[in-house]
């Protein structure tokens, strides 16, 4: 998927189509992480609709919270759970969008010095 440092640097618009597909994959992942929190809260709460588990959802990804505690045991133990994987989901999804431009970046360091070493050899 990456060209390997003895490849030649990939043009500027293959480059920005590479950013922007990961940042779709990461939007996709937050969707996902969405879905699961919301389908979680409605399974284990028994009086809430699918909408304010859907909010209370998006609360939890954007760091707030919820809007209304959980009742149930199973309700708590899994915004207990869910909580957990939200910021393992984050760090994920700044991962996959960073990807691209750290790995240009190490890929032109890596350049720069084998032009620095064919210098030197001659």
Known sequence: MYEKKTQAMLGKKAFWFRAFTHLLMALGFITL???????????????IHWHEA?????????????SKLPATIGGRLFYAM???YVSLAYAVAVSIVVLPFAHRILHKFHQDDERENDKDDE
């Open 33 to 47: 992480t969405l879905i699961i929190g919301a389908l979680g809260h409605w399974f284990f709460e028994d009086d």
């Open 82 to 84: 869910y909580g957990v």
């Open 54 to 66: 859907a909010i209370d959802a998006a609360l939890v990804i954007g760091g707030i919270g919820v």
